[in-house]
């Protein structure tokens, strides 16, 4: 069955810390998103990519970089993390630009 | 730039009645718009998406009609379950400097249905 993947699921780090999200998807997808969910603001997205060693700025990426290594693999880093980004993170992919996303389940990123 | 608005930030309901959710949307360009619903503590899964004006597009008892008279996409249901309490998202498909769609999607800022009995 066609998945997202997503870890780890909780993650707490400390300010100033570096952390790598990971993402796979098996749907053979070329679309990547990475997207943080905050309260109030919905989902926003950080980073996306249409294909391996693509990579597309979305509309909150401070703070943030990405790196897609293969089809399947999409990587999120905080280099230097701050509590700002404390939130709930999401990775999806989608076929292309008509097609709808499939979500992966989340990592929970807390940041003391 | 694009934007998505939806007004009502939390709706709460008894089984039974009928609930709509609006969503209006801003873009220059032909919209392309989805509703989201996340229940807890799950990814958010698809429920319907439209690019036709004034056809209505139906999905596990969920309706929504795309008006690009008034850019509106609201989402309703004739008779709530218990089961559809869940956060709801509508989002518009991102079309580029060039008016093609880009595959991103801007999320509105979701609205929390609770369906009481």
Redesign the interface.
Known sequence: EAA?TQSPRNKVTVTGGNVTLSCRQTNSHN?M?W?RQDT??????IH?S?GAGNLQI??VPDGYKATRTTQEDFFLLLELASPSQTSLY?CAS?A??????T????TRLLVI | GDSVTQTEGLVTLTKGLPVMLNCTYQTTYSPFLFWYVQHLNEAPKLLLKSSTDNKRTEHQGFYATLHKSSSSFHLQKSSVQLSDSALYFCALSDRGATGGLSGKLTFGEGTQVTVIS
Not at chain 1, 40 to 45: A, D, I, N, S
Request: proline letters at 0%; zero cysteines; a negative charge.
């Open positions: 997202v679309y998103y997207y109030g603001h919905g989902l926003r997205l996306y249409y979305g509309d999401f989608s292309g630009t008509e097609s709808d996303y979500f992966g389940s989340g």
